[in-house]
Nanobody, 118 residues
């Protein structure tokens, strides 16, 4: 099993920046990909950014503003969010996808609230 914990959310004015962190623990050797999602009440959970074996992915809505990075030594991924907009307000969740014996499984953190004021 894998356990992921997010931190770094908060309240920021439009145009500001925040840096989210996600630390993975447990069977980190089974992690195949990690990603950041965001959830707004009443809307579908949205994939914001991901690091996969095929490379980095960004949603069109955050390209050029958000940067995802990974520190393998600490099993930590980061999401640097710049030029934040009110529409970026959401709960941001970290996801770790693992592959064990050919079976894929998702692990989620509890989420961290990001609020961008106009």
């Amino acid at each position: 099993q894998v356990h992921v914990v997010e931190s770094g959310g908060g309240l920021v004015q439009a145009g500001g920046s925040l840096r989210l962190s996600c630390v993975a623990s447990g069977r980190t050797d089974t992690i195949n990909a990690m990603g950041w999602y965001r959830q707004v009440p009443g809307k579908v959970r949205e994939l914001v950014a991901a690091i996969r074996s095929s490379g980095l992915y960004y949603a069109d809505s955050v390209k050029g503003r958000f940067t995802m990075s990974k520190d393998n030594a600490d099993n930590t991924v980061y999401l640097q969010m710049n030029s934040l907009k009110p529409e970026d307000t959401a709960v941001y969740l970290c996801n770790a996808g693992t592959v064990v014996a050919g079976l894929y499984e998702d692990y989620w953190g509890q989420g961290t609230q990001v609020t961008v004021s106009s």
